[in-house]
Structure formats: C-alpha cells, structure tokens
C-alpha cells in the first residue's frame, strides 16, 4: 500500500473515531488500532494526533468552502427566487450528504464546550459563514428589487436558522432525512412567498 494511501486510511479512520469519542476522547493507540498497525508505525505518516487533525481540517475545510460556494463568486448568479432556492437546496443536499463533513459536525458538536478552536469551527459553520454568505446574497436580492428594502442580515438569520437546526437534527436521527429535507424546502417556499415581490407588484 502507497504512502498517500496508508495516510488517507489512517485520517478516515482518525475522523471515524474523532466523530464518536471527540478528539479529546481519541488517542493515537486507538487510531493505529483502528488502521491495524502499531502506534510507532502511524508516526511514519504523521507526527501525531494534532497533525492528523490539522490534516483533516484542511481537507475538509477546501470541501465545505468549494461546494457551499464560500469564497467564490457563486451567489453572483443569484437574481430570483428560483435560482436562491436552487443555490441553497445544493448546499443543504452536499451538507446532508457528505459524510467528511457529516463527522466533522458531529466532532465539533462534541467539543464545543471545551475545544475553543473546535468551539470556532461549530460556530463558523453552523452560523457565520453562511450567515455572512446569504446576508451578501439578500443584500444583492433588493439591490435587483426582487425583495422589498429591509435589513439583509436579520433576513439571512430568519432563512438559514430553520435549517441549521433541522440539519442537526438530521445528524441525530439520519433515519428522517426525508422528512427533513421536505420541511426544509416547505420552510424555503415559505419565505420567499412571504418576502419577495410578486411579478405583477413588480410592473
């Protein structure tokens, strides 16, 4: 087995235990048990649990900002509505979806109350990044008059915070992914018929 293969081994394996026990709950014995090799062979690939962390960090950081479209120039095609629900509803599949991302949440989660870099991490992705994302987004939506003059952060709160909590949810009981995938696209129809401006009101 290649080198680059027996680091992705030993980072999925790292990430599997670091979403069940937390990082802190995770040693190095048990990460090299769970690739079946030796602790002293792991430190071939990595020099010990914070770079394996580091290393899953970056991974996922690049996968969570490139298929949420953060730091690209995505949200610029967003005029209407049905390209805002278009956009959001590939964000909350890839989101649902992922399973890098699925146990990253569920890492942070656990940590979040006494990991402050961990504690960080849930807070920017849970609410600051793509509350920063769709409050650009509103901002650009009444600036095309779809939607009428209002404050595009408290808008961005109102749409993302439904979702976030339904997508923790999610994480606890993946069995209603389903259901909750249709009560977040309930939530999205709801919103822009509550706030956008109907096309007749536009002439």
């Known amino acids: ?13 790292a990430l599997d235990l670091f979403s069940s026990r937390g990082y802190d709950g995770t040693s190095v014995d048990e990460i090299a048990s769970e690739c079946g090799m ?23 950081e690049d996968q969570y900002k490139s ?3 953060m730091g690209l120039n995505s ?19 890839f989101t649902l979806t992922n399973e890098h991302i ?15 870099f961990l504690s960080q991490k849930a807070s920017d992705h ?3 990044f793509t509350l920063n994302q769709y409050t650009d987004i509103f901002a650009d939506l009444i600036k095309y008059g779809q939607i009428s003059e209002d404050d595009p952060a408290m808008l961005a709160l109102e749409y993302i915070s439904p ?10 009981e993946p069995d209603k992914k389903e259901d909750i995938l ?6 999205i129809d709801r919103f822009i018929d509550k706030y956008f401006i109907k096309a007749e009101e536009q002439l």
């Open 1 to 13: 087995m290649s080198i680059d293969s027996n680091r992705e081994k030993i980072l999925n394996a």
């Open 38 to 60: 030796k602790a002293p062979n792991l430190y071939r690939y990595f020099k010990g649990k914070e770079e394996i962390f580091k290393c899953i960090d970056s991974m996922v």
């Open 67 to 69: 298929s949420m479209g």
């Open 75 to 93: 949200m610029l095609w967003i005029h209407n509505a049905v390209e805002l629900k278009t956009f959001s509803m590939h964000q909350i599949m």
């Open 102 to 116: 699925i146990k990253v949440r569920k890492m942070t989660t656990i940590e979040q109350f006494r990991n402050e």
């Open 126 to 128: 849970q609410l600051n």
């Open 163 to 172: 979702v976030t909590v339904l997508i923790q949810l999610c994480d606890r």
């Open 182 to 187: 249709k009560k977040i696209e309930r939530h």
